[in-house]
Nanobody
Framework: QVQLVESGGGAVQAGGSLRLSCATS????????MGWFRQAPGKGREFVAG????????RYGDSVKGRFSISRDNEKNTAYLQMNSLNSEDTAVYYC???????????????WGQGTQVTVSS
């Protein structure tokens, strides 16, 4: 069972920044790609960013390109999502996800965290 634990959500003003963290077990951190989805009120889940296990290839959703950055620390088995230039449309519950397959990671990942709320006020 893959366990993903998110942290770092909260409230921020428009134009501000937040960094989300997702911690997992050593086994998962080595072989699984990790990423983030989000779900805004009344909307479906949206892919935000993903990073592959070893090489660290990254993918981003169109709405966050140039503003968000995903990274991972394999020694700490943790993935990070740095979010800059936040606006009200970024308000959502952010979910950490994991999957062995990078393509599947960006579309329908197997494993999900509990989610953390990000609220951006204008």
């Amino acid at each position: 069972q893959v366990q993903l634990v998110e942290s770092g959500g909260g409230a921020v003003q428009a134009g501000g920044s937040l960094r989300l963290s997702c911690a997992t077990s050593q086994h998962t951190g080595i072989i699984y790609g990790m990423g983030w989805f989000r779900q805004a009120p009344g909307k479906g889940r949206e892919f935000v960013a993903g990073i592959s296990a070893i090489v660290g290839n990254t993918r981003y959703g169109d709405s966050v390109k140039g503003r968000f950055s995903i990274s991972r620390d394999n020694e700490k088995n943790t993935a990070y999502l740095q979010m800059n230039s936040l606006n009200s449309e970024d308000t959502a519950v952010y979910y950490c996800v994991a999957d062995r397959n990078l393509m599947k990671l960006t579309t329908n990942p197997n494993f999900w965290g509990q989610g953390t709320q990000v609220t951006v006020s204008s």
